[in-house]
Each structure stands twice: as structure tokens, then as C-alpha cells.
């Protein structure tokens, strides 16, 4: 019988790493794409902090408490936007969040004032709110758990990708004038409207069902979906009763992924929002040479991310690498005010080796505990509360430039949150309840890819 029954299971293994290895040519550089042009509308304001106190008068506070009201609105509308998107479809809702905050990016271009720039800071949030969690859903629909790591670890790639760009780009673009604009207006206006421009493709290009894909064939969509719906039984045949989203919510683990997350962030976008005026203390430097200077703790990090992940599937103990990661982070923050700018600089850029391949390795825990059908749901509000940490950040930060005339006590801070957190990693679980084991496997997964 099972000499009978060979060739089937082979051909079902073909179709199904057939269609693996098309939904990542389909679906994964479009993903990093959208990654990149979101990460640019919701940073680029840390090249244009000078001008923005020059041209309108924005102090250091005020530019910190906008940075990050972005954050605010984007935690309120996270969770129900990803739960509209499970309704409408991913693709309609996907072009619908690029659209949107295209557009509010666009006019970010044309503030004259603080309330301005405040309201339009919020809106960015609300608009972009959903896309992060909307992708990692997206992949649980599309990809068996062996493949999501390899998949999440890509689509984040496009975040530091976007901070190894950001700064060149946003340099060369600040130096356009005319039509009445200054050169980080012209700035804003582009990058704003190059999102505009690329949902249109975006709505071409996607489908919300392996079902629905074109490109996909018969044997190819079946052994797909068969795939995901089979690991989804394994899941529920482990479960005692059936979860749900509220019972979920109340989890200590989803609280301590929540905690976790918080801190990644908090760091992450501390550097991000701030570390273009660290740079500027080195000399008298101009906004293109600020940029190039900006991408260098984001190269850093790139290599850095795969070779974690890489280690991590050598190594397989995942609370053991994050955890490692966060440490390095906290070292390089201490570090970073011992010293001058330049040696600060130095400093940061060791912290991003740590603070971004933490964010990488992170979320495959989550993924592994998680029930799949309240995920979506759960992955958006650990999403949406861990960057609240991006609220905290630059507002700490400007009131304490502005008040101290330093933000050294705020790098503290970074240091010590990420020590808590790296102790706060060893408490949660990577597999559900009554589980056979607690390791995972999707972080395996994502080193084998790398």
C-alpha cells in the first residue's frame, strides 16, 4: 500500500512547493516594495526636523509629540482595520491603507503650524493602521508555518532597507526647489505620492485567496490550501476548547508579548526620529550628507538581522536569541552617552546589530502560539500596542532636548527597557498549551531561508 500510495504523496509535495515557491515570486517583492514606501512616509519627518523649526517654527517638543501621534492613531484603528480586512479581502484593503496614506503623506507637505502637523501626523496612523498585521495575516493564509519565518524575515528586510535609503533619498530630493516649494516640502510631496501611485498596481496584482489566483494552477491550489487547512486541524485538535478572541486578550502571554514588543520599538524608533540630529552634532554637515551617514547603522543592521536568524536555526532556542539581541541593543544605548557625537554615532550603530534583529526574531513566538483563528485579531494588537513605543519615544525625547538641552536620560531609559525585556522573553511560550513540545519551528524556518 504505501508503494501505492508514493507517487501521490510525491506529486502533492511537487504542487505544494510549486506553489510555495510562486506565491514568494508573486507576492514577496511587492510586499518589501509597500514595506519600504510605508516605512519612508512614516519617518522621513527625522530629515526635516531643522526646517521645520526654521521655516514654521516647530520646536523640539512639539516635533516629538507629532512624531509620535502617528502611533496613537495607528494603535486605535490597527486592530479593527485588520478585522475589516479578514471581511473585505486583502487586496481591496491593502490598496485602500496604501491609498489613504498616500495621500495624508502628500499633505503632510503643505503644514504652515504645530495643530497642523499634529492632525496630520494622527491621520498618517489612522490610514496606515492594519498594513503590518494585515501582511503577516496574509502570509498564514498563503504559506504553510515552515515558510512564514522565511516569508516575515523578507517582508522585514523592507524596513531596513527603507532606513538604509531613507537618508540618501530624502537628501537628494531636499535639494529641489522651485514652484514656491522648499526642498523637504518636494521631499514629502514625492515619497507621498509614490504610494498614491503604487496602490493602483497593488490592486492589479493581488488576489485574497490562493482560490482566486490566476497564476496558481489546479493541483497547485489545492495542495496549497489543503496544507494550511491540515496544520489548522493539527492546531484545533490540541486545543481543549475552542478560543476565543476575548479569552485570548486576557492571556498573560499576550500581555508579555505586548511588554516585549513595546520596548523593541521603543527603541527602534527613538534612532529612527532622533538619530538624524545625532549625526548633525558631528560637524557641519549637509542634508545629503546627513542621509548617507543616517544609512549606515541601518547596513549594519541588515547583516546583522540574517545572521541572527541564521544562528537561530543553528541554535534552536528563540527566547535565547531575541533576548541576546536585546542585550546588544541595551549595550550600544549605554554606550552612546559615554562619549561625543561621533562616538555616539559609533554606538548606535552597534545598538541597531541588536534592536532590529530583535524586531526579526521576534514575532515568529507569537506566530507559535497563536490560535490561527483569532491571529489576526491578536498579531494587531501586539502590533498596535508594541508601537505605542514609537508615541513614547520622540515625545520623551523632545521634552527633553527642549527641557534639559540633552537626551541623554532618554538613552538610559532605552538601555534599561531593553534589559527588562530581554528578562521578560524567558516567560513566555512559543507553542499553545498542551502542545507535544515547545520548540518552534517556524524560527528554524526562517534560518534555513538565509
Known sequence: MNDTLAPSTRNEGDALASAVAKVKRHVLPLFVIMFIVNYLDRVNIG???????????????????????????????????????????????????MFTWGLVATAMAFVQNETQFYVLRFLLGVAEAGFFPGVIYYFTRWLPAAERGKAIAIFLSGSALASLISGPLAGALMQLQGLGMHGWQWMLFIEGMASVALCFFVFFWLDSRPQDAKWLSQA?????????????????????????????????????????????????????????????????????????????????????????????ARWKSQQAWVAGALVVAAIGMFMSTTGGPVFAFVAVCFAAIGFKSASSLFWPIPQGYLDARIAAAVIALVNSVGNLGGFVA??????????????????YGLAVTSVLAAIAVFFVRTRPKGAPSDDLKAPSALGQSH
Open 220 to 312: 497547485e491550489q489545492d495542495a496549497l490550501v489543503a496544507a494550511i487547512d491540515q496544520e489548522q486541524r493539527e492546531r484545533e485538535a490540541v486545543a481543549v476548547v475552542r478560543p476565543s478572541a476575548w479569552s485570548l486578550l486576557k492571556d498573560r502571554q499576550i500581555l508579555l508579548f505586548c511588554l516585549i514588543y513595546f520596548c523593541i520599538q521603543l527603541t527602534i524608533y527613538a534612532a529612527t526620529f532622533w538619530l538624524p540630529s545625532i549625526i548633525k552634532r558631528m560637524g557641519d554637515l549637509s542634508d545629503l550628507q546627513v542621509g548617507f551617514f543616517n544609512s549606515i547603522p541601518w547596513l549594519i543592521s541588515i547583516l546583522a538581522m540574517y545572521a541572527f536568524a541564521a544562528g537561530s
Open 394 to 411: 520622540p515625545t520623551t525625547f523632545g521634552l527633553l532636548e527642549q527641557q534639559t538641552g540633552s537626551i541623554q536620560g532618554g538613552l
Open 47 to 97: 530629515f526635516v526636523r531643522p526646517h521645520l523649526e526654521s521655516d514654521l517654527g516647530i520646536s523640539a517638543a512639539a516635533y516629538g509629540l507629532g512624531a509620535g501621534l502617528f502611533f496613537i492613531g495607528y494603535a486605535l484603528f490597527e486592530v479593527p482595520s485588520n478585522m475589516l480586512l479578514q471581511k473585505v479581502g486583502a487586496r481591496l484593503w491593502l490598496t485602500r491603507i
